[in-house]
């Protein structure tokens, strides 16, 4: 992992992975603060509530405390028989670890206390009454010993010299389960923080594959883009030389020469209108939808009638759109004439063309089968993308830049559709949009 690391800080994924790992540190940081503030404040909230417990019933523990405090000294006189032992013998606290610690009025600790539990050290705080106090003691043994105490004013008849009470609760076992649960809690915390380490070195290849993918896409367009701008532009320089290297020549003797110039002239027109398409809608084309009947697919459809008679092909049209189509004028119209531009361009003189447009209640179907050359299995996994033409000299020959069906992906995209291109029967290709 080190030397992944060591190889990632001269990458340009350090940065992403410096920032992913930063969040991570952070979310563990704060959840960390977060999880021991929780438990350091709930810690005592169960002993705090047992001593204010035990203050409601303090009359009890003085009574459990003196009757403790008489049953200590006649055991300690050897006065006492079994039977007696077993009448005397006082409950044991009601609440676990408490001790009482009862006093005079003049601060006197009055009961016997165990000697290990180092409260006979503790002087009475009459400052702190109804109060709970942390108190840190030692004792004989040198043992530290943690308490949570709450003094109290008394006043009980049978035992009058009592003033004070003090009821402690010896909290070291909460305290070494606290510091046993925060060692864990870090460790698992650091654990996790150095898988995180991993995860961001993970996330920071990861979250740069798309910009890597996009960028490689972007440079190979602009190459493809140049590429394609430098023969229509070659063919102009050498025409133009051509006419320069004739200056006294009429029009009428270079009307090839010229005529050749106007059309790369307008193949660069084109390429560049199309280009400019592209790269505009690749921040997302936001379609100006509105509704169209049957009749508007009618209007195009005599258009290219026109240039398909023109062309010696035969087109046929089948109109099923009998619900109104909610879409985008212009681009349906752009996607229905690149489909239609390319069936012509595909096909040979006398074949067939079927354009078909649906709608259901639910869609609209729009497919353009012709009988063609058709596009073989793999190529018909490029055809999509900008630039890519199956057969590159026969294609330019018609005008075509590869750039037709990456517009109408586009343009399909942004209409929320689908287009998947098939075989048709016997030979050519369909082309199916639905919306
Ligand atoms: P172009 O402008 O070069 O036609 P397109 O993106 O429209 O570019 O099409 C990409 C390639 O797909 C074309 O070069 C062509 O080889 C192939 N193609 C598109 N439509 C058809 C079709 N109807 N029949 C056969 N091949 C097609």
Redesign the pocket.
Known sequence: MLSRIKGLSKSENFPFFLHFLGVFTGIFLVMTVIILQVMSFGIYTTVDSNLRTAQKDISSYVTLAMIKNSFNAITDNNKTTADDQSKLIPPSEVIANTDVILYSSDGNILNTLDTLSGLEYVKLDKKNLDSIVKVSLTNILGETLEYRTLTVPVKNVIYPEVAYAMIAINTNQLEEANDRYTKMIVIVMITFWVVSVGASVYLAKWSRRPILANYEKQKAFVENASHELRTPLAVLQNRLETLFRKPNSSIMDNTENIASSLDEVRNMKLLTTNLLNLARRDDGIKPDLETLSSDFFNDIFTNYQMIAEEQGKLFKVNNQVKHQVVSDRTLLKQLMT?LFD??M??TDKNDEIVFEVKSTDKHFYLSVA?Q????SSEDKKH?FDRF????KAR?RQQG???????LAKQIVDSLKGTITVQDNEPKG?IFIVKF
Not at 372 to 375: N, R, V
Not at 388 to 391: A, S
Not at 400 to 406: E, I, K, P, R
């Open positions: 690149i390319n069936a361009k595909y012709d063609g050359i058709g596009i055809i890519y033409r199956v057969d294609t075509g830049f590869g750039l037709g069906l990456a290709t």
